[in-house]
């Protein structure tokens, strides 16, 4: 018996609908992001969210924006009618956050959607329009508004009850509502945003255009802990703008949920802004820690394209190559400048909160004004009316010259950006060196003694200052070797005895040939030997005992996802790591105290020294206050 082929039709409009809802409508938090874009799109400079029951029950969106005419509501529940894009070149270069004309529709199509809208400054002049899970012709009606447009989304999934078991909690929906809310608030500092559940205020951020009141929203939005340990940074190249926070690498996460990255206003999640982000944290992020930022990237829209996926949270790049080394450039500057100068903030507050307020006595006192400094044997007390002067500085940093005479050539110092660049680091305090100003102490004070042959104790103008001389000179080692290496030739190589073949893919054979200049510069001579073949000839001098085929496979991803590897130079770090961490001063030795100034000295010449090689802290600071609240001085 033959088989009948079924019939080719047209789908329903309801069930097109639901199909497309699948794409769109994952859960409340989905359509909760797609009525802020269309508010946001309206160029509101209010927008209010209500939830009710983690979004199940209720979605409400309102918004003061332009509004949608009487005679245009009827299409705004009409599946790709939009008034975003009238045609393929305004698709090409898109701006507005929503255009496909799919969301509404979709929405509407698996709830009880209620629209209310005023285009006219005359609140009596409003009109609604309804849908209920159903292709009916939509109905207009008057209903007074004020301009703008209110969107209420009630039932979510109602008439799909498969859809709907698989909504989780209300605590956990309104989490993922709480964070698309979130994303959209750190995308527009200039539009005011409450957000309601079960009728509280969860938060209220008022508009703003400065820069302190910019952090004070991420500040409420992802804690003060954030900014306080963030950088800012500002950087422009050949057309793309970067700017935003960067945490430091001590205030690392345990999961990626401080992570925000946007495109043009747009919060993505893309594979080659992750692993340039990824690569410059590399050298200073402790295994299994995640970063933390809030980055902005501004570039001509004709040049990415985010019609990539219906959720627009992935963008694809005209230039991959080219927008992955600002990025990762930008921010491993960003990350090497960063000094003991600018980390000295109290950063053991959470230790000695919970032993009371600060006192408001002589210790308060001393911390008011920038002390002078007497030393007095091992120890470094507090003496207003004594001027060490000059001489007294110049005697520890002769002293640290005798220790380290050929320091000067080896100081790390981040270099000049190209003249076509402009960067602009806004938090980055500029490092105050003894010889600057003979009067004020450096960053990290000078040395009272060790703790157990392990821990420097140094006291500054903060307070007490407590280093793992270990970590910090495995950190000095590596990047003076690091730097030696960079100043090279480049990478000495040395051909294998017997040459490596890889079966490859065709794919890996074609990036191999479209690449050989960028591997060849690696000290890697790579032969297609076959349009299957690689043959591997020749490896870094360093990298002789590495596998050569599991490098040349990752470094051949690399290039064809990223347009770039740094395989290569992460597996020479890796060593010179290792070859550090020998070389670098063992726990339990004893140091005399011009040794210890000469290492805190080292420390605040040299890039990365708030981390060892493995990403763990080398200093802590503890400030005067907080050593009160710890004695419960002042109660």
Not at 572 to 594: P, Y
Request: charged share 25%.
């Amino acid at each position: 018996m033959t088989a009948t082929a079924p019939r080719i039709q047209v789908l329903d409009p309801r069930l097109a609908n639901q199909i497309a809802a699948g794409e769109v409508v994952e859960r409340p938090s989905s359509v909760t992001k797609e009525l802020i874009e269309n508010a946001i799109d309206a160029g509101s400079q209010r927008i209010e969210v209500e939830i009710e029951q983690g979004g199940a029950r209720l979605i409400k969106v309102r918004d003061d924006g332009i509004g949608i005419g009487e005679e245009d509501l009827p299409l705004a529940l009409a599946r790709h009618a939009t008034s975003k894009i009238g045609s393929l070149e305004d698709l090409e270069g898109v701006s507005s956050l929503g255009f496909r004309g799919e969301a509404l529709a979709s929405i509407s199509s698996v709830s009880r959607l209620e629209l209310i809208s005023n285009a006219e400054d005359d609140p009596r002049h409003g009109w609604r329009v309804v849908a209920e899970g159903r292709g009916m012709e939509a109905r207009v009606t008057p209903a007074p508004h004020p301009r703008g447009t209110s969107v209420g989304v009630r039932d979510l999934f109602f008439n799909t009850p498969a859809r709907r078991k698989f909504l989780r909690t209300e605590k956990t929906e309104f989490a993922h509502v709480e964070e698309a809310f979130r994303r959209q608030a750190l995308s527009r500092y200039d539009i005011a945003w409450v957000l309601r559940h079960n009728q509280k205020v969860i938060h209220q951020l008022p508009a703003g255009h400065s820069a302190a009141a910019r952090e004070r929203r991420i500040a409420s939005l992802l804690g003060k802990n954030f900014i306080e340990h963030a950088r800012y940074i500002e950087r422009e190249a050949g057309g793309i703008r970067l700017s935003g926070w960067v945490g430091l690498p001590t205030h690392s996460r345990s999961q990626a949920d401080q992570q925000y990255f946007f495109v043009n206003g747009r919060v993505v999640r893309d594979r080659l802004v992750a692993h340039a982000v990824r690569q410059a944290y590399r050298d200073v992020l402790f295994n299994g820690r995640h970063p933390v930022f809030v980055l902005y990237l501004e570039l001509d829209p004709d040049v990415v394209d985010v019609n990539v996926h219906p959720t627009k949270h992935e963008v694809r790049f005209r230039d991959g190559r080219m927008v992955h080394d600002f990025l990762y450039s930008s921010l491993h500057h960003s990350l090497a400048s960063a000094k003991p100068a600018e980390s000295s903030e109290e950063r053991d507050a959470e230790v000695a909160d919970t032993s009371g307020a600060s006192s408001q006595g002589e210790a308060s006192e001393v911390g008011a004004e920038q002390p002078r400094w007497q030393q007095q044997g091992m120890a470094l007390t507090h003496s207003p009316d004594r001027h060490p002067g000059a001489e007294r500085v110049r005697r520890f940093m002769q002293g640290y010259q005798a220790l380290h005479p050929n320091h000067e050539e080896t100081l790390l110092t981040p270099q000049p950006s190209p003249p076509s660049e402009r960067v602009s680091e806004v938090r980055e305090a500029p490092l105050v060196m003894p010889d600057d100003d003979p009067t004020a102490p450096p960053p990290l004070g000078f040395a009272l003694g060790q703790l157990h042959g392990i821990y420097i104790l140094a006291q500054n103008a903060e307070g007490l200052v407590l280093v793992d001389m270990h970590a910090a000179h495995e950190r000095i080692v590596y990047e003076r070797m690091k730097t030696q290496l960079a100043g090279a030739k480049g990478l000495d190589a040395q051909p294998l005895l017997v040459p490596v073949s890889i079966a490859a893919s065709r794919a890996e054979v074609a990036t191999a040939e479209s690449e050989q200049e960028a591997i060849a510069k690696l000290g890697i001579e790579l032969d297609i030997a076959g349009p299957e073949t690689l043959l591997v000839r020749q490896l870094p001098a360093l990298l002789a005992q590495a596998d050569p085929e599991a490098l040349v496979r990752q470094m051949l991803e690399e290039l064809s996802r990223y347009g770039r590897t740094h395989q290569v130079e992460a597996r020479v770090h890796e060593l010179l790591s290792t070859m550090a961490c020998h070389g670098s001063v063992r726990a339990n030795r004893r140091l005399t105290i011009d040794e210890m100034n000469a290492l805190l000295r080292d420390m605040e010449r040299t890039e990365r020294s708030d981390q060892c090689n493995h990403g763990r802290p080398t200093w802590t600071q503890m400030g005067l206050k907080a050593l009160d609240r710890l004695f419960l001085r002042g109660q």
